[in-house]
């Protein structure tokens, strides 16, 4: 049973528009979630975090929203850019439980058109 | 360079070779882990190293044997494989209460034959 989903396999989006990502999850205990984005032949890298206890985090044109009573959180990126061409994966840790491991979606493919 | 490097970056055996995969970080991280990412498959956590001790294994088939000698390396040695082992394998690792976020290693593509 999948406890982080992103069920867009993919996205395509206009150059400058908005992109928006989106990743559900489904064990309360989960209270830090991560976005990592990922080129091919490459490892992901870590791009913006959220706790639990906020429920808005922003880094320049990232930004992610966390809504805990439907265990939803989004990415947006804006505006978009070529660069931004990648798969992005959402992830969820439980770190008040002190458990170390974090639960990975399984991607999405975001293609930024020109 | 994101401060965990692995080596090799790609990796072609045979069904009955022995290899090992090497991560290496120095950035004064407590944790290591190996991951494995197959197509159309979320990244699946193998090995968990916390003080140089593991402390997780998610049921990883034996032919997988990590090994972490001190707190900056990280090995995963490689034993008679099977061609659906062939994945990307990622080595990341954090401190405990990073609240940061994983460092990932770019990765070794293996491929089983």
């Known amino acids: 049973d999948q406890q982080v989903k992103q069920n867009s396999p993919s996205l395509s989006v206009q150059e400058g528009r908005i992109s928006i990502l989106n990743c559900d999850y489904t064990?309360?205990?989960?209270?830090?979630f991560l976005w990592y984005k990922k080129y091919p032949a490459e490892g992901p890298t870590f791009l913006i975090s959220?706790?639990?206890?906020?429920d808005k985090n922003e880094d320049g044109r990232f930004t992610v929203f966390l809504n805990k009573s439907a265990k939803h959180l989004s990415l947006h990126i804006v505006p978009s850019q070529p660069g931004d061409s990648a798969v992005y994966f959402c992830a969820a840790s439980a770190l008040r439980y002190r458990d170390d491991k974090i639960i990975f979606g399984k991607g999405t493919r975001l293609h930024i058109l020109p | 360079e994101t401060g965990v490097t692995q080596t090799p970056r790609h990796l072609v055996m045979g069904m009955t070779n022995k290899k090992s995969l090497k991560c290496e970080q120095h950035?004064?991280?407590?944790?290591m882990y190996w991951y494995k990412q197959s197509a159309k498959k979320p990244l699946e956590l193998m090995f968990v190293y916390s003080l140089e001790e593991r402390v997780e294994n998610n049921s990883v088939p034996s032919r997988f044997s990590p090994e972490c000698p001190n707190s900056s390396h990280l090995f995963l040695h490689l034993h008679t494989l099977q061609p659906e082992d062939s994945a990307l394998y990622l080595c990341?690792?954090?401190?405990?209460?990073?609240?940061?976020?994983?460092?990932f290693g770019s990765g070794t593509r293996l491929t089983v034959v």
């Open positions: 959220i706790s639990s206890i906020k």
């Open positions: 950035l004064g991280h407590n944790a």
């Open positions: 064990n309360s205990m989960f209270d830090y």
């Open positions: 990341a690792s954090s401190q405990d209460t990073d609240n940061y976020g994983y460092t």
